[in-house]
């Protein structure tokens, strides 16, 4: 975790190419407000996305490099692309739907690391990656089980959480579908307290 943050405070300071600003969501609408929880429908988004191999840190380490050579110009054209938010972390599930002009992918086990791409651009108008483990793909809209919550990035905080929407999700009656999403929403030089993490679940 400590080699994550180090490399995300690179990518916000040392790069020169600051966080958009933690309001630059996708676009949603709030259908339901729970004590614990949230349901939101998504509109589409585009995401560069990378699959690597686990653990969860290692993997968020190795997609962050990767996706950060992408934004910064390691593209046709060269072009740097703002790094907005959130940044999100899933294992990846036996076979990926993705759609086009990007292929079906499978894998075995691992992590998709996202970089959520900003809004002017369209799937024709991003620029190629020259990394080709770097895939550019909308996703879908959709309904999600959001929680929010703050406090530091560690497995322990996060668990907690989960554990929290899971059993909230089942309390109200709803049932929820594929491997939870962590997104974050804050560079690492934002103090624990202040920042924005989130939890997203699938509702089926």
Not at 37 to 44: G, T
Not at 102 to 117: K, N, S
Not at 123 to 144: F, I, M, Y
Request: proline fraction near 8%; charged fraction near 20%; glycine fraction near 6%.
């Amino acid at each position: 975790m400590k080699r994550l943050l180090a490399l995300f405070t690179a990518l916000c300071l040392g790069l020169a190419m600051p966080l958009a600003r933690a309001d630059a969501d996708p676009g949603y609408t709030v259908v339901h407000s729970y004590s614990d929880f949230e349901v939101r429908d998504y509109a589409p988004y585009l995401v560069a996305e990378v699959v690597v191999p686990g653990p969860a840190d290692e993997a968020g380490n190795q997609g962050f490099r990767i996706l950060a050579g992408y934004i910064f110009g390691k593209n046709k054209g060269a072009k740097k692309i703002a790094m907005t938010t959130p940044v999100t972390q899933t294992p990846v599930p036996t076979k990926i739907a993705m759609t086009a002009p990007v292929t079906q992918a499978a894998a075995e086990d691992g992590f998709v690391i996202q970089f959520r791409m900003p809004d002017e651009f369209t799937l024709d108008t991003l620029p190629e990656p020259l990394d080709a483990r770097v895939k550019l793909r909308e996703v879908v809209p959709g309904r999600l089980a959001v929680i929010r919550y703050s406090g530091t990035w560690s497995e322990a905080n996060y668990d907690e959480h989960l554990q929290k929407l899971q059993q909230a999700v089942a309390a109200a009656g709803l049932r929820t579908t594929g491997n939870p999403i962590y997104s974050r929403y804050n560079a690492p030089f934002v103090p624990w307290f202040l920042r924005r993490n989130e939890i997203w679940l699938k509702v089926d």
